[in-house]
């Protein structure tokens, strides 16, 4: 069965830390891909990036980054030199490559708050 | 094309009664997916569309609920005899094709039933 755990409920920082979100997925699949999305307080989901897992490189953009880690299952999400907009909800999900265009199994989410 | 809409962004309802929500995707988007988001939770898959075809439905989907995508440009989600238990956040999401920049989500319409 597919699951996407992220063990962190609520993360608190101060602005210009660096933050770690952590994520372990199950899958029973070889192909299938992973995402990472922001909902900030209006509700809609942001798309922030997305690896198959065929591609184990890590990724960095601006102030993010992805660390992915079959070995472990893992797809951590880092943010350096946090700031105020960075306080939202973060969500790890999980698709499965068929014909079909599988829907996301998301996590349950890791908030971030971040102060000033 | 700005983006996905959802209509309404809230919705109150006293239980029993029907409600339909709407989704228009992004025009050029041939998959519409519904997902249904509790407090505190991550978004759980309700349905998915490819074009008009309903291809897939969740187990969640009770036999309360049912969705169409006529034409297959906008959705609509109905529930019927609404309970408590449906109160939640309605998502619905668009794509071009599986993967790539993944799914385009619309803000939603919270659903609160009492």
Known sequence: AQKVTQAQTEISVVEKEDVTLDCVYETRDTTYYLFWYKQPPSGELVFLIRRNSFDEQNEISGRYSWNFQKSTSSFNFTITASQVVDSAVYFCALSEANQAGTALIFGKGTTLSVSS | ?114
């Open chain 2, 1 to 114: 094309d700005t983006g996905v809409s959802q209509n309404p962004r809230h919705k109150i309802t006293k239980r029993g009664q029907n409600v339909t929500f709407r989704c228009d995707p992004i025009s050029e988007h041939n998959r519409l997916y519904w997902y249904r988001q509790t407090l505190g939770q991550g978004p759980e898959f309700l349905t998915y569309f490819q074009n008009e075809a309903q291809l897939e439905k969740s187990r969640l989907l009770s036999d309360r609920f049912s969705a169409e995508r006529p034409k297959g440009s906008f959705s609509t989600l109905e529930i019927q005899r609404t309970e408590q238990g449906d109160s939640a956040m309605y998502l619905c999401a668009s794509s071009l094709v599986f993967g790539g920049s993944g799914y385009t989500f619309g803000s939603g319409t919270r659903l609160t039933v009492v």
